[in-house]
């Protein structure tokens, strides 16, 4: 069953723009290795953080909706984990509401089994 995914991650504001690229297409081919569909990626650009993460005040934001089965989202949370360039991610599973295809999708946080 493929299911819709939200990920939100934030890249370090240090980083050349041909490290950042590197990154964005590093997680994209891990999702399609793994069997994800219709990756879309937005590169928001540079914005001001909330509060300070890693002693950053500035992250580099990239949002990717894609569909996948579910079995792509803790090795690819790991593998961001492990990795340097990522600050801060979050995946949301998002929610069809099948008697209403037009209304706004409800998103609920992906839960890591340990």
Same mark, same amino acid.
């Given at each position: 069953?493929?299911?819709?995914?939200? +990920?939100?991650?934030?890249?370090?504001?240090? +980083?050349? #723009? #041909?490290?950042?690229?590197?990154? %964005?297409?590093?997680?994209?081919?891990?999702?399609? @290795?793994?069997?994800?569909?219709?990756?879309?990626?937005?590169?928001?650009?540079?914005?001001?953080?909330?509060? @300070? %993460?890693?002693?950053?005040?500035?992250?580099?934001?990239?949002?990717?909706?894609?569909?996948a089965d579910g079995q792509q989202?803790?090795?690819?949370?790991?593998?961001?984990?492990?990795?340097?360039?990522?600050?801060?991610?979050?995946?949301?599973?998002?929610?069809?509401?099948?008697?209403?295809?037009?209304?706004?999708?409800?998103?609920?946080?992906?839960?890591?089994?340990?």
């Amino acid at each position: 069953m493929s299911n819709n995914y939200e +990920m939100m991650y934030v890249l370090r504001p240090d +980083m050349s #723009d #041909d490290r950042i690229n590197a990154a %964005i297409d590093k997680y994209r081919d891990f999702l399609a @290795e793994r069997g994800a569909t219709d990756i879309q990626i937005q590169v928001w650009g540079r914005r001001r953080l909330a509060y @300070e %993460i890693q002693r950053q005040q500035d992250g580099i934001y990239v949002l990717v909706n894609y569909k996948a089965d579910g079995q792509q989202v803790v090795p690819l949370e790991r593998a961001m984990r492990l990795g340097e360039e990522v600050i801060r991610y979050l995946t949301l599973r998002l929610k069809d509401d099948p008697a209403n295809p037009d209304a706004a999708q409800e998103a609920e946080p992906v839960e890591a089994e340990v």
